[in-house]
């Protein structure tokens, strides 16, 4: 599978081809999973491209998930991802970090920022910065609180489709009394800070 943008695409039959389950994650909902997951996500810095294959099931973790270059998500239907306290699921970079990712695929799966933990206080789900040739595609949103679903600031060529975002509420124990799906922005110093 080729997946073209702008001329540039990432080449997933010279992926190298990791099943997250096959690789420590458990993916049943109550245990921790990041660790698994982040080692094969780790793999991209070292490899020309990844392609992670998520199976069904409920993957959970307390830090975001942090992609690199030329990453290729693919997520069953029934695969969910989900945070049980705020800040991010996934970001292209590192806190604090000047060094973004680029060439990232996701496709499919259920990101979920589990509002019912009881800490939840609105978070944004993809934190995406200074990259070019990102695609999302096929993938649901769920409870975005008092912020965006997707920060994308000072990216190029970014393609969004087919994507769904269902219980988009505002904070209401804050001021932040509005929510977004998307928030597009200038990329700045500051931006990978607090997220």
């Not at 992670?52 to 990453?71: H, R």
């Not at 993809?126 to 965006?148: V, Y």
């Not at 922005?185 to 800070?193: S, V, Y």
């Amino acid at each position: 599978m080729k997946i073209y943008a702008n001329q540039k695409y990432i080449n997933t039959n010279t992926s190298k081809c990791y099943n997250v389950m096959d690789h420590g994650a458990i993916g049943d909902g109550a245990t921790i999973d990041k660790e698994a997951i982040q080692a094969l996500l780790d793999k991209a810095l070292i490899e020309d491209s990844v392609t992670i294959y998520f199976p069904a099931g409920i993957y959970k973790t307390k830090e975001p998930l942090q992609v690199y270059n030329n990453t290729h998500l693919i997520l069953d239907d029934n695969a969910v991802i989900t945070r049980e306290k705020s800040g991010a699921l996934l970001m292209n970079g590192e806190y604090e970090g000047t060094q973004q990712y680029s060439n990232i695929h996701i496709n499919g799966g259920i990101w979920d920022m589990d509002n019912n933990n009881a800490g939840y206080a609105g978070a944004v789900h993809f934190i995406l910065g200074n990259a070019e040739n990102i695609m999302i595609e096929n993938c649901k949103f769920f409870n975005n609180h008092g912020n965006h679903a997707l920060d994308i600031a000072g990216c190029e060529n970014v393609t969004i489709r087919n994507c769904q975002f269902i219980g988009q509420l505002p904070d209401l124990d804050t001021s932040r009394y509005y929510v977004e799906a998307i928030q597009l922005a200038e990329f700045t110093e500051i931006f990978m800070r607090n997220k």
